[in-house]
């Protein structure tokens, strides 16, 4: 059964505490995995898209990489408007789309 | 550009009857996708158009819900008759490349009593 699992569900982080947040999956041919941060009232933002095993991308404090697994998004230093709820989803070969349910970032100041 | 434009931004309907969503994505974006959101389910891809044209609405609940998209600046989400399950924030989205980068409005919430 094609899922995906994001862990762990809440993270509270002090100001410059870095930390990684998990998003493990299973899916038939994997075409691509995205990131997206959402913020409460809003629609999700897109960060990033990963296609392969191995590939990582950055963006100022995050960075993604992407496994045969799982994706993990590292936060480097992290400031409290990085605070937001981050999705994790993948398309597989049959392009149905598949998200978690996100991780809940909260990062005191 | 404005961005993805939903509306309206909230709705409040009786069970039975019938409602509409609506979306402008962003000019020049030729992909356009519907989702929903709810606690218990998180983020669901209901369908998505490229060119106008539905690609894949496996992700329709039910025949209750329809979606057209008469030309590439208007998308109609359409749930007749609504259900108190619908409760959700419905969300529009565009990209030119597919699902990557696509972004999203501001979202829908619906509420059926």
């Known amino acids: 059964e094609d899922q995906v699992t994001q862990s762990p569900e809440a993270l509270r982080l002090q100001e410059g505490e870095s930390s990684s947040l998990n998003c493990s999956y299973t899916v038939s041919g994997l075409r691509g995995l995205f990131w997206y941060r959402q913020d409460p009232g809003k629609g999700p933002e897109f960060l990033f898209t990963l296609y392969s095993a191995g590939e990582e991308k950055e963006k100022e404090r995050l960075k993604a990489t992407l496994t045969k697994k799982e994706s993990f998004l590292h936060i480097t230093a992290p400031k409290p408007e990085d605070s937001a709820t981050y999705l994790c989803a993948v398309q597989a070969a049959s392009n149905q789309f598949y998200f978690g349910t996100g991780t809940s970032l909260t990062v005191i100041p | 550009d404005a961005g993805v434009i939903q509306s309206p931004r909230h709705e409040v309907t009786e069970m039975g009857q019938e409602v509409t969503l609506r979306c402008k994505p962003i000019s020049g974006h030729d992909y356009l996708f519907w989702y929903r959101q709810t606690m218990m389910r998180g983020l669901e891809l209901l369908i998505y158009?490229?060119?106008?044209?539905?690609?894949?609405d496996s992700g329709m609940p039910e025949d209750r819900f329809s979606a057209k998209m008469p030309n590439a600046s208007f998308s109609t989400l359409k749930i007749q008759p609504s259900e108190p399950r619908d409760s959700a924030v419905y969300f529009c989205?565009?990209?030119?490349?597919?699902?990557?980068?696509?972004?999203f409005g501001q979202g829908t919430r619906l509420t059926v009593v």
């Open positions: 989205a565009s990209s030119a490349r597919g699902n990557t980068e696509a972004f």
């Open positions: 158009f490229n060119n106008n044209v539905p690609i894949d």
